[in-house]
Structures are given as structure tokens and as C-alpha cells.
């Protein structure tokens, strides 16, 4: 499944959430872990004795952080390593992806109090947005929950018939398997959207809703199989309405929605 995970942390307890999560798909995969933490470089204009002493302190904090979360995967049998760099946040946990060929990277929306915590956030999403390897991002509570060894037991996947949305099925499978996971599949069906949206002057049936339903409980038996769902949920989509509109001949394209 994953071979290296790469887990960005700050140093809060907001951050460290992430860790029994990244613990157990680490576990479950035999994959290693990267620890990261990025330090931002002062600008040498205000730079003074003062601020350096203080910055090495900090380092040095975070050296420590480092080492006890470090010892913490070590003790579940992980292969763990910890780096520090200096630089901006997004561009070097981007930059270890790369460099390191992280198949994974873990970490929190949420990290240091104040207008930290919207500099992580802003860093995750800027880091979701520029590599190609899968993210698992965690939520924070202000109150850290009480975790199992297990904390992921389902994953929930939305469909909505398109290839681009099934092509995380394979993926997801293949997590699910590796760690003995359940999955929940869900098609949300747009009934009010689908009024409103058409065109022609053709009287609404209530029972479309329950044929739509129907047909999307159906793509969704489908995808369970592996069959081809987007030919599948179209295909019982037109025929459901069809049947309670007319013959398919008669029933724009449009009016079925995309």
C-alpha cells in the first residue's frame, strides 16, 4: 500500500492529533515515517543576538517534540526518522514529498493557536493543492478526543457517476483491504436540483424521486461489483425516468442532468 509517509508537525498539540492516524496506516502498511517540522527563517534585517538565542531555543524545543513523537512510532515496531528544515512551510513539506518519494502525507488542518492555526490551514491547503500523492488530513479538536489503537474504521466515499470521482475506488479498496476497514459508499440523488432544472414543460412526478433513488442504489451495487458504473448509473438513470415521463425518445438529455 504506502511506503513512506511524510508527517509534517509544528509542535502543537493541535498538530500531534494526526499522530495515532498516521501510527495505524503506518503500521498496517509496513511503511516508514518521515517527521517534519519547518522552521521560518527571520528576515536578516531584524535579526539580532536576542532573536537568534530565542530561534535556538525554539530549535532545540522542537528537536525534543521530534524525539518523543519519534519514539513513539519507534515503539510500535515503525521505522521513523526526524528532520528539521528552515523555510516556508508549504514549500518544503511540497519540496520533501519530492525529494524524499513520499507516497503519503498525514497531518492536521490545524496547528498553533491564533493566527497560527490559519498559517497551517493555509499550509495544508497549499500542500493539497501541489503534490500528486494522496493526503490524509485531520480535523483537530480544541479537546483531544480519547483514540483507540484504531482510530479510521470506515471510510465513506462519495459518488456521483462520474469516472473522474470512481477513479479513488481501486485506491480505496486496496486501503481498505491492507487495513481491515469497512466502506460505505454513498450517491447523493439532487431531487429539488432536478425539478428546478428543467427546461421542458413536462409535469413533475413525485415518484421520480423514488426512481432515481432507486437507480443510484442500484450504480451503487454496481460499484460494490466493479461493474461499469458510469454506463450503469446513466443507462438505469434514463430508463427510470423514461418510464414514468415517456419513451426515451421524447425526453431531452438536459432535463436528466449531467
Excluded at 536578516?44 to 536576542?50: D, G, I, K, L, M
Excluded at 519540496?95 to 493557536?113: E, I, N, P, Q, Y
Amino acid at each position: 500500500m504506502y511506503k513512506h509517509i511524510l508527517l509534517p508537525l509544528d509542535g502543537s498539540r493541535l498538530a500531534e492529533q494526526v499522530v495515532p492516524y498516521a501510527q495505524q496506516v503506518a503500521k498496517a502498511s509496513k511503511a516508514k515515517v518521515t517527521l517534519l517540522n519547518v522552521v521560518s527563517p527571520v528576515d536578516a534585517r531584524v535579526s539580532n543576538e536576542a532573536i537568534e538565542k530565542m530561534l535556538q531555543s525554539e530549535r532545540s524545543s522542537l528537536e525534543q517534540h521530534l524525539k518523543k513523537v519519534e519514539e513513539a512510532f519507534r515503539g510500535r515496531g515503525i521505522e521513523t526518522q526526524s528532520v528539521i528544515v528552515t523555510g516556508n512551510p508549504a514549500d518544503e513539506i511540497v519540496r520533501a514529498v519530492a525529494d524524499r518519494k513520499c507516497d503519503l502525507v498525514t497531518m492536521a488542518t490545524r496547528g498553533h493557536s491564533g493566527i497560527g492555526r490559519w498559517m497551517f490551514g493555509s499550509t495544508a491547503d497549499k500542500v493539497l493543492h501541489a503534490v500528486s500523492s494522496p493526503l490524509l488530513l485531520i480535523r483537530p479538536a480544541d479537546q483531544a478526543p480519547a483514540l483507540s489503537e484504531r482510530p479510521i474504521q470506515r471510510i465513506l466515499v462519495a459518488l456521483d457517476g462520474s469516472e473522474l470521482a470512481e477513479s479513488v475506488l481501486p485506491a480505496v479498496e486496496d486501503v481498505a483491504k491492507t487495513m481491515q476497514l469497512e466502506i460505505a459508499l454513498i450517491r447523493v440523488v439532487p431531487i429539488s436540483t432536478f425539478a428546478m432544472a428543467s427546461m421542458e414543460p413536462y409535469a413533475y412526478d413525485p415518484r421520480i424521486d423514488e426512481a432515481l433513488t432507486k437507480a443510484a442504489t442500484d450504480y451503487l451495487a454496481g460499484s460494490r461489483s466493479g461493474s461499469n458504473r458510469k454506463a450503469c448509473w446513466r443507462q438505469r438513470r434514463k430508463s427510470a425516468v423514461a418510464t414514468l415521463l415517456g419513451t426515451s425518445s421524447t425526453l431531452p438529455e438536459r432535463s436528466l442532468g449531467a
